[in-house]
Structures are given as C-alpha cells and as structure tokens.
C-alpha cells in the first residue's frame, strides 16, 4: 500500500517560518508535490520535487530526501492567508496518479 | 492558465436517486482525468483515474457500478453516482492533467453531495 503521515496541525504566528513534514511509504515512488486548500475550496499546486534537494518557489521551499523517504514544505513571511490546509502527494510510478497525505491544517495568528 | 470547472457545485438528492456530475478542462486538452472524494477535515481519496476514450481505472475498495465514470471527450469528464445513499454524502474533486509525464493536477472547484 501507500502512505503518507503529515503532523495533523501547526500553529504559528504572522511573519513566522514554519515547516510542514512528510513521511511517505510508497509502493512506487515517482516525486513529491505539494497542494494547499482552503475551506470548501480546490487543491491548488505549490511546489514539485522530482529530485532529491530543495525547490524554492517565493515565500515556499520544499525539500526532498528519497533515501530517508520524506519531505517538507517550508513556509516564510506567514502570511493570515496562508492559513489552509496542506497536503503532501506522491507521484506513483507507472500510473502518474497522486496519493495524498493525511493533510496538515495551518493555522496563522496575528 | 489551466481552468477545471465542476457542474453542478452543489447538489442536494434523495436516496436512490442518480446524480452525474461534469468535470471540464476549459482551455486545455485533459488526456487523464481523476476523481477524488473528500470527507470533512480529510484528505482527498483518489475514487478512479479516467483516460479519454478507455475505461476509468477504479481504486481498491471503489465500487464500479455505483460510481460510474465516462470520459468522452478531452475535455469532459463525468462522475454518476447511481442509486446514492446518505453515506454517498461528501465533497467530489475532479482533476486534470495536460499529458503524460507532466506532475502537475489542476483541480476543479468540487461538488458538494448532499443525500437526503
């Protein structure tokens, strides 16, 4: 099977960093995605690793380590906005479908 | 950029009822399509994975015939649940993706099922 274990909430304040980690078991294992979604919205793309190491997209990074089976989404500059929840997706080889994480709710405070 | 819509966006039904709903890819070719289910403060579950033209590959534990997927065109994808019931009741999600070997899903806004 397949699985992927994200910390079910964090909470941080405005301006902070903050780190959302992913540890995977997976059948087949192709790259790592990231996806944020606000209440009663659609997923929408954050960040892609294909390769061990970091991605940095703006205020975002994620980071990949195959070897150790897990990832992180990095969060700067937290914005009230960013306050969703997010999810970790792993490509599944052959079948380019995605497996989701069990998501992580962010919680931003002024 | 890639647009996914969903119609209807919400929909209310009562038992043993059929409702389909549409996924479409506005302004790009969608060659595989996904459908997934999500449950209050869950994750996305993926239900089945739908390439145009073929028959919907449905995930473990997905009843084929309740949840009958039909993807007809490159951009038009539809989900009929059939003969719903009240545990039916949960957000759809659809989500597309422009061609083989390209990671990224866009996603529809999802329908809200409710069955009475």
């Known amino acids: 099977g397949q699985s992927l274990e994200q910390p079910s909430e964090v909470t941080a304040v405005e301006g902070a960093i903050v780190q959302i980690n992913c540890t995977y078991q997976?059948?087949?294992?192709?790259?790592l995605s990231w996806y944020q979604q606000h209440d009663g919205g659609a997923p929408t793309f954050l960040s892609y690793?294909?390769?061990?190491g970091l991605e940095e997209t703006g205020r975002f990074s994620s980071f990949l380590s195959r070897s150790d089976s897990y990832g992180y989404l990095l969060l700067q500059e937290l914005q009230m906005k960013d306050s969703a929840s997010y999810f970790c997706a792993a490509e599944d080889t052959g079948f380019q479908k995605l497996v989701f994480g069990t998501g992580t709710r962010l919680l931003v405070s002024p | 950029g890639a647009v996914v819509s969903q119609h209807p966006s919400w929909v209310i039904c009562k038992s043993g009822t059929s409702v389909k709903i549409e996924c479409r890819s506005l302004?790009?070719?969608?060659?595989?399509m996904f459908w997934y289910r999500q449950f209050p403060k869950q994750s996305l579950m993926l239900m089945a994975t739908?390439?145009?033209?073929?028959?919907?590959?449905?995930e473990q534990g997905v009843e084929k015939d309740k949840f009958l997927i039909n993807h007809a065109s490159l951009t038009l994808s539809t989900l009929t649940v059939t003969s719903a019931h009240p545990e039916d009741s949960s957000f759809y999600i659809c989500?597309?993706?422009?061609?083989?070997?390209?990671?990224?899903?866009?996603f529809g806004p999802g329908t809200r099922l409710t069955v009475t």
């Open positions: 739908s390439n145009e033209g073929s028959k919907a590959t449905y």
């Open positions: 989500s597309a993706r422009e061609g083989s070997g390209v990671y990224e899903q866009y």
């Open positions: 997976t059948s087949g294992f192709y790259g």
């Open positions: 302004d790009f070719q969608a060659t595989t």
């Open positions: 690793n294909g390769l061990d």
